[in-house]
């Protein structure tokens, strides 16, 4: 009878007991979908370069990049912009830079400063990982629209509408995006 107690989830012991049980149960399942929503599978495959841990400590374990990849999200969402691009400028020392962080590090970089002419090179890096990265070619066609490059908008326009459905809300927007670099090339 003493022994049945241990598994009386009314008593203290059994309280602790079922605490443990559910945290050691939810916790590895939290992290798994965390990592599924903000993680990519090649980080695991990949075999991580260092980055910059805290105090400036080189860190290279997975563990320590998902952290980054996690605060570098988390605070992109949260359009704490400064605090993304830092994960990202920590992050893009590593081998675990994939087209969508580099297109997520492009879009938190030009958020934070007002204008995508300083995050070309991260544009550039998602599309040479990527050709065909639908949010990184929506930045370059952005950019160059920034910059009065029609010419180059209106290519990379047409290379993101060929890409998308074709009654959807985003192939309308990119319509009007080349119906406007249209317009400003002017006739001919």
């Excluded at 010419?151 to 326009?157: D, H, K, N, P, S």
């Amino acid at each position: 009878m003493a022994g049945t107690a241990f598994w009386n989830l009314t008593t203290s012991r059994g309280k602790r007991l079922l605490a443990t049980v559910g945290m050691a149960t939810v916790a590895p399942v939290a992290a798994f979908a965390i990592y599924m929503t903000l993680g990519s599978a090649l980080l695991v495959t990949r075999q991580p370069g260092p980055i910059l841990g805290g105090a400036g400590t080189v860190a290279t374990s997975t563990a320590a990049i998902t952290s980054l990849v996690v605060e570098a999200q988390t605070a992109r969402r949260q359009r704490d912009f400064q605090k993304a691009v830092t994960a990202f400028e920590r992050l893009a020392g590593s081998d675990a830079m994939t087209a969508d962080l580099w297109a997520d590090y492009a879009d938190a970089a030009g958020a934070l400063h007002g204008s995508l002419d300083r995050a070309e090179p991260w544009i550039d890096r998602a599309l040479a990982l990527d050709p065909r990265h639908l949010k990184a070619l929506w930045l370059k066609g952005s950019l160059q629209t920034e910059r009065q490059d029609f010419r180059g908008a209106l290519e990379t326009w047409q290379a993101l509408l060929a890409l998308l459905p074709p009654d959807s809300t985003d192939a309308r927007l990119v319509a009007a995006n080349l119906d406007e670099a249209r317009a400003a090339l002017g006739p001919g």
